[in-house]
């Protein structure tokens, strides 16, 4: 059981990434889903997610406009789309699923950004 997170790299600034999360061993359509980072030397922080009892979407502020959450319950995967990006965009990013009694996270995929 577990979440395989890729897509990661280094981007310039303005410059676009699509992140991939692949669960297996559990039905992804199950859970609730969630992209969060982490800086160097910060807290880990939620970016976006989406809610599974009511398909609800939630985005940080500062990437409102400029990062997409999605899944694809056929392949039991779920992606976060990354336009725009900024240097301060640069950070370890995790997926998570949920669901009452069962919580899973991805190993993190490094995402960064410079010129």
């Known amino acids: 059981v577990q979440l395989q997170a890729s897509g990661g790299g280094e981007v310039q600034p303005g410059g676009s990434l699509r992140l991939s999360c692949a669960a297996s061993g559990f039905t992804l359509d199950d859970y609730s889903i969630g992209w969060f980072r982490q800086a160097p030397g910060k807290e880990r922080e939620g970016v976006s997610c989406?809610?599974?009892?009511?398909?609800?979407?939630y985005s940080a502020d500062s990437v409102k406009g400029r990062f997409t959450i999605s899944r694809d319950d056929s392949k039991n995967t779920m992606y976060l789309q990354m336009d725009n990006l900024k240097p301060e965009n640069t950070a370890v990013y995790y997926c998570h699923a949920r669901k009452i009694l069962s919580d899973y996270w991805g190993q993190g995929t490094q995402v960064t950004v410079s010129s």
């Open positions: 989406i809610d599974k009892s009511d398909g609800s979407t």
